[in-house]
């Protein structure tokens, strides 16, 4: 390709690389970034041409140089995916990445602008690092404002929402309400070819994500909210299955996976979401989040007429004094009969747990791996609490926060405040919790390899547990 032949104004980047995160990297399922491509379309619709570096795939930020140096954009804007849970956790090394691109960019005379939870929440911190501008929040609206005054010769410093190195007090901009306004993602900047195969090879299916929702009106005290706050914006259904049919016609994806916090908490949204897609012939496999209180028998029957394959619920805890704790709203029954009705619906269920929050003693631990046992989850995924700013639990906890206030990357696990046990006892229990699922989960569905394994898995829960009665038995 000719680099002199291209022209663009925009080059969009995010700094969430499944390369630098082992875990994920291991689980390889890529999903491009959302945030990202409705960030793109939007300034897109405003006039700006855009280009995308979309370091999901990337094997590192040099990938990003080359973009630079290809497309020369006046403006370089690494824009997160605040759609992908893992941005609000300020890994370091995606952060060391950033900062990376951010020189990158700079050094090539690139305006830089900065948008997403870590941007927000330090956002003093990337403006040391080189960063002419962060928008903080949603960015869309700030991003285009910003754009129009700049491309106008005039100073930005008065737009809302966002900071730079002059603005002595930011504000945050309202969120966009009316959803449906909003162009769909710009699909054609990724290489959706790349994606299909390295889903295909590894997986069988081709999934796509998508959301329906932005932000959560829930007060779980640990749960940071950087981009949205406690406001809930919903698109309709009609604009949701108009996508779907879209993508479906455009891609044909096996499988959606609807990123949104909790899809469908407005009354009958997935009742009429089914509906729609059924009319139009459009029902994809997906999956999805839900709180455990708003599963019943009718929004069960719904998810599974929708297609719904698989719901994640985050169970957290199976003991009622911790979810009280985390002011999490909901019961350890409602927990018991949402498992109950997804699974009747032939809808598999995930469980999110979560150990070492404050006051979780080897009693409450217990009470989950019961939990887990009794509800039969068909997959479950660990973390440990992690203080997020701006979050009650952080409040609660900075005090007690070490050096390390971060974690590298998602299979850190590291308690960076003084938690109930320490990080080591967490580690086993991770391990002591798979290997007892993962002994049921043969039981219930035989497979070769699951066999083979039982003997590694029994002796593996069989020696976490001896260790971390040891545990137990030094901290009391
Ligand atoms: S329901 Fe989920 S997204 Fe909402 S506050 Fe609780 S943990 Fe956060």
Known sequence: MNAELIVTDILFGQSYYLRFDPKLWEAMQPYPPLGTLYAASYVREHGYTVAL??????????????LLDEHKPQYAIIYEDNFNYLSKMCLLRMREAAFRMIQMAKSRGAIVILCGADATDHYSE???KGADYCLLGEGEETLVELLGKLSAGKEAGQVIGLASPTTLRPSRRPDISDLDKLPFPAWDLVDVEKYRSVWLKRHGYFSMNMVTTRGCPYHCNWCAKPIWGQRYNSRSPENVAAEVKWLKENFAPDHIWFADDILGLKPNWIEKFAMLLNAADVVIPFKCLQRADLVNEKTAAALANAGCKTVWIGAESGSQKILDAMDKGDHVEDIYRAAKLLHDNGIEVGFFLQFGYPGEMW????????MVRECAPDDI????SYPLPGTKFFERVKLELGEKQNWVDSDDLA???RGPFPTEFYRVLHGRV?????????LRRPSLRGLLNIPRNILGLAVSE???????RTVA
């Open 126 to 128: 990337y403006l040391d």
């Open 466 to 472: 001896l260790r971390l009665r040891k545990y137990v």
């Open 363 to 370: 009693d409450d631990v217990r009470k989950t791996l019961k």
């Open 434 to 442: 798979h290997y007892e699922f993962r002994s049921w989960k043969v």
């Open 415 to 417: 308690m960076l405040y």
């Open 381 to 384: 995924g660990i973390s440990v």
């Open 53 to 66: 570096f979309d370091a999901m795939l990337a094997e590192s930020e040099d990938e990003w140089g080359i």
